[in-house]
Nanobody
Framework: QVQLLESGGGLVQAGGSLRLSCVAS????????MGWYRQVAGKQREFVAT???????MYADSVKGRFTISRANAGNTVYLQMNSLKPEDTAVYYC?????????WGQGTQVTVSS
């Protein structure tokens, strides 16, 4: 059974940093698409950053140069280092994994950036 567990959210002032972690269990996901989305209440969930199945990385334009996605633990742990945070980065951040044509989501972790 695939499960994703996020951690690392919290409250930070604008300009600060946070690092989110996502640990996947139930398989080995070295070559799977795995990354992060975020959602503000009342809005659609939006893409933030991901590892592709080919091992590359992709970022939303809004976070390029500020956020960095990285991987460890044979691909089963994904991090999102968030620097120079802005109030508009406030959202619930969700870890995402695509495995055997199925999509899996974590429970989400709240990130709040105060101005």
């Amino acid at each position: 059974q695939v499960q994703l567990l996020e951690s690392g959210g919290g409250l930070v002032q604008a300009g600060g940093s946070l690092r989110l972690s996502c640990v996947a269990s139930g398989g080995i996901f070295s070559f799977n698409t795995m990354g992060w989305y975020r959602q503000v209440a009342g809005k659609q969930r939006e893409f933030v950053a991901t590892f592709t199945s080919g091992g590359g990385t992709m970022y939303a334009d809004s976070v390029k140069g500020r956020f960095t996605i990285s991987r460890a633990n044979a691909g089963n742990t994904v991090y999102l280092q968030m620097n120079s945070l802005k109030p508009e980065d406030t959202a619930v951040y969700y870890c995402y994994l695509r495995f055997r044509s199925n999509d899996y989501w974590g429970q989400g972790t709240q990130v709040t950036v105060s101005s």
